[in-house]
């Protein structure tokens, strides 16, 4: 499903709140946006660009994620393991809905891009994935957060040795690249989910929902055909002050030397849609957090029998996870618990909870904590272990992992305790409205 049918089902269900007065992209759209957090916001109306809308939130709960690939909110972590395990290389087609409309004459001044807080380094693009080609492991599909400079540049995070910074280095001169705005969900999810080298995540993205692609028209890239706006260019080797912007934290990233972006042509849907999404805000910690959760809930089935994990939006959807076992020997919770740090590196505490507890409801997790741990007895702490550069109090220095303590909380019945007394008493179901005055059966 694209981005642009998932706005018109959301319209169809109610959950979009379309805005039809002018809104500037100084802040009013992010400040709109962000009090409005939770739904899909569309703006119809951009002050000084005419003809264009933007669109906040699409990707801010579970349960969306759940209408645009068609499957229950239950079955979204194995239907993800599923594809992460199972690719399938996405069909080519020869005309595409992103290519509508080519525009030769470059000026990044006439999309809409926000400037988010008075703190930013600029107007940036948080919605984008960047598409390159390693040339030794394929293609590679990711984020990257864009600082605009001018009509025809930006300037780039790319995080040290990960995909697009190796393909870099093993590229001469310029690296061609495609930058995608306003993709399916699905395409969301799988550039966020970290594949092993050389799987491509275009083809993950297949195996979650049909998402057939098109070659660029100045490079040899694919792209989603059903992209909202593709902007081809290559990276160079230039570097630019970048930053500072909030990051996943709720914190300010710092300023950085970081590549520089020459864009070439831009192609896009007819009336297209700008995904404008929020840093630090819901889209931002779901789509960082949601695909973790698959490889999470992989390295814990190889120790024991995991029936769930979920990362926390109150951890950023980074740093903190629940796990759900159906516990089968006394040591399966530190086993589970260490499985997980293997599982996501940037995790620092985990909880392991028993199956009768829902892992999405932060009061079930803290009442299994309340009732089943001791913590001399089911508290593990890993000092100095490799971290996450977005935790403020890790310890980071330059051109070296970023370092942490690490946390796990066995939260699950004792072994071989006597289950009644950790077990909550169920209340029966009752037909409400026999009792309040609704549609009561005469």
């Known amino acids: 499903m694209s981005f642009r049918r998932f706005i018109e089902m959301a319209a169809n269900t109610g959950d979009l709140i379309s805005i039809h007065r002018p809104v500037d992209t100084t802040f009013e759209i992010a400040n709109v946006?962000?009090?409005?957090?939770?739904?899909?916001?569309?703006?119809?109306?951009?002050?000084?660009?005419?003809?264009?809308?933007?669109?906040?939130?699409?990707?801010s709960q579970r349960r969306y994620f759940s209408m645009a690939l068609d499957i229950e909110i239950?079955?979204?972590?194995?239907?993800?393991?599923?594809?992460?395990?199972?690719?399938?290389?996405?069909?080519?087609?020869?005309?595409?809905?992103?290519q509508e409309v080519v525009v030769e004459d470059v000026n990044l001044l006439d999309l809409p891009i926000l400037l988010h807080l008075p703190q930013d380094g600029g107007h940036y693009i948080?919605?984008?994935?960047?598409?390159?080609?390693?040339?030794?492991?394929?293609?590679?599909?990711?984020?990257?957060?864009?600082?605009?400079?001018?009509?025809?540049?930006?300037?780039?995070?790319?995080?040290?040795?990960?995909?697009?910074?190796q393909a870099m280095q093993k590229t001469e001169g310029d690296l061609p690249v495609a930058i995608c705005i306003g993709v399916s969900l699905g395409v969301h999810?799988?550039?966020?989910?970290?594949?092993?080298?050389?799987?491509?995540?275009?083809?993950?993205?297949?195996?979650?929902?049909?998402?057939?692609?098109?070659?660029?028209?100045?490079?040899?890239?694919?792209?989603?055909?059903?992209?909202?706006?593709?902007?081809?260019?290559?990276?160079?080797?230039?570097?630019?002050?970048?930053?500072?912007?909030?990051?996943?934290?709720?914190?300010?990233?710092?300023?950085?030397?970081?590549?520089?972006?020459?864009?070439?042509?831009i192609t896009h849907r007819h009336e297209p849609i700008f995904h404008a999404l929020l840093p630090g805000g819901l889209e931002h910690k779901?789509?960082?957090?949601?695909?973790?959760?698959?490889?999470?809930?992989?390295?814990?089935?190889?120790?024991?029998?995991?029936?769930?994990?979920t990362i926390t939006p109150g951890g950023a959807s980074w740093l903190h996870?629940?796990?759900?076992?159906?516990?089968?020997g006394p040591d399966d919770g530190r086993l589970a618990i260490e499985a997980a740090f293997q599982g996501h590196g940037s995790l620092k505490h985990v909880w392991v909870v028993d199956t009768d507890v829902n892992i999405y409801d932060p009061a079930q997790v803290e009442w299994a904590m309340a009732t089943r741990f001791q913590a001399d007895r089911d508290l593990y702490v890993y000092a100095n272990q490799p971290g996450s550069s977005l935790d403020p109090s890790g310890t980071h220095v330059p051109g070296h992992k970023s370092q942490t303590a690490?946390?796990?909380?066995?939260?699950?019945?004792?072994?071989?305790?006597?289950?009644?007394?950790?077990?909550?008493?169920?209340?029966?179901?009752?037909?409400l409205n026999q009792y309040l005055g609704g549609n009561s059966a005469e």
């Open 286 to 309: 779901l789509l960082m957090g949601m695909p973790k959760e698959p490889t999470i809930f992989a390295a814990v089935n190889r120790v024991t029998h995991c029936t769930g994990a």
């Open 126 to 165: 948080a919605s984008n994935v960047v598409i390159v080609n390693d040339p030794d492991l394929g293609r590679n599909m990711c984020y990257h957060r864009l600082l605009r400079l001018d009509k025809r540049r930006f300037t780039a995070r790319i995080v040290e040795n990960r995909g697009t910074y």
């Open 189 to 265: 999810l799988a550039a966020s989910m970290s594949p092993p080298p050389g799987v491509d995540e275009l083809a993950v993205a297949h195996a979650l929902t049909p998402t057939p692609v098109v070659k660029c028209l100045t490079n040899d890239l694919y792209v989603p055909a059903d992209a909202e706006i593709v902007l081809e260019g290559r990276i160079t080797r230039q570097t630019v002050s970048e930053g500072p912007f909030m990051d996943l934290t709720e914190t300010m990233d710092i300023t950085r030397q970081q590549p520089i972006i020459e864009i070439d042509l």
């Open 74 to 98: 239950p079955a979204l972590l194995p239907h993800l393991t599923h594809a992460l395990e199972n690719p399938i290389p996405p069909p080519v087609v020869e005309s595409a809905a992103c």
């Open 321 to 328: 996870a629940v796990v759900q076992i159906d516990k089968r």
């Open 33 to 59: 946006a962000h009090a409005l957090e939770g739904r899909p916001v569309l703006f119809t109306s951009i002050q000084d660009y005419p003809g264009w809308r933007v669109c906040s939130g699409a990707c």
């Open 406 to 431: 690490k946390m796990g909380l066995d939260c699950t019945i004792p072994w071989g305790a006597d289950d009644t007394k950790y077990r909550r008493g169920e209340y029966g179901a009752v037909d």
